[in-house]
């Protein structure tokens, strides 16, 4: 069993603090920031044991550094394809690695697209996935390839349903209005997208979700989904024969005509 919490740095990121709730040890997953890292390990009363790593973009490594320096003896997990300065631990597919102070099963799961080495930890009910996933959307595509994303995606679409999804951004509402450009009619994500303006107006994270929401309301995760490969075709002009060229139309239209 794990204590999840959710520490918010810069405009928009999560860094997720995960506790072994019979100690005071915690792990820090994408610390782009020390200082709430700090703060919150602090307030409380907690000490930093180990640093997992989903992928290379500054605002997830950028506290690795000064974290060390505060916890010289902690480890750092991370990706083994991609350069990370201060990973002790290089991680790939299959690997389950024992991490210090947390009394967890977790699995690394290879999920390129967004970057081409992006690694998630999924174990306990929970998927760590930096940038792959996110509520109602997906990263975008910088260093992979969009049938890389697409796969990966697909990957994290055969987990259980009730696996909670700790993505590293709050995108909801942004990602909602493109899922309803491409879903106008979907009853479901209209119910989404009214629960999560009502909790963002009340100040309340929109993260976690859980897989079967995304399956249901994330237009990326339903690139087999008739209505979407109608809206994707429509907005390419183009006949769409696979998954992937349909998660490739959708993310190339949410790219050039919605961010």
Not at 18 to 27: D, E, F, M, Y
Not at 98 to 115: C, D, F, K, S, Y
Not at 137 to 151: A, K, Y
Not at 231 to 238: F, I, N
Request: hydrophobic fraction near 40%; include cysteine; glycine fraction near 8%.
């Amino acid at each position: 069993m794990i204590e999840i919490t959710g520490v918010t740095a810069f405009e928009d990121n999560y860094i997720w603090m995960v506790k072994n709730p019979a100690s005071s040890q915690v792990v820090a997953v994408d610390p782009g920031d020390e200082t709430p890292v700090l703060s919150w390990l602090e307030q409380q009363d907690c000490n930093l044991s180990a640093i997992l790593i989903t992928h290379h973009h500054y605002d997830h490594v950028g506290g690795i550094a000064e974290l060390r320096e505060a916890y010289p003896d902690i480890e750092v997990y991370g990706p083994a394809n991609e350069s990370i300065r201060g990973v002790t631990h290089p991680l790939e597919e299959g690997d389950r690695p024992r991490i210090a102070g947390l009394n967890a099963n977790l699995q690394v799961l290879e999920v390129p697209g967004h970057t081409q080495g992006h690694i998630a930890y999924f174990g306990e009910g929970a998927l760590f996935c930096g940038d792959t996933l996110f509520t109602a959307g997906c990263g975008r595509v910088f260093s992979g390839t969009f049938e890389q994303l697409s796969d990966s995606l697909q990957r994290i679409a055969a987990l259980p349903g009730d696996t909670s999804i700790y993505c590293a951004h709050e995108y909801t509402l942004a990602n909602l209005g493109f899922a309803a450009w491409v879903e106008p009619e979907n009853p479901e994500l209209a119910i989404r997208i009214k629960r999560a303006r009502e909790k963002r107006q009340a100040g309340i994270p929109t993260v976690p979700s859980d897989l079967a929401e995304e399956l249901m309301t994330n237009p990326f995760m339903r690139t087999s989904v008739q209505s979407v490969v109608k809206a994707a075709e429509q907005a390419s002009g183009l006949t769409l024969s696979s998954r992937r060229e349909v998660f490739t139309a959708l993310r190339r239209w949410k790219d050039t005509e919605y961010d």
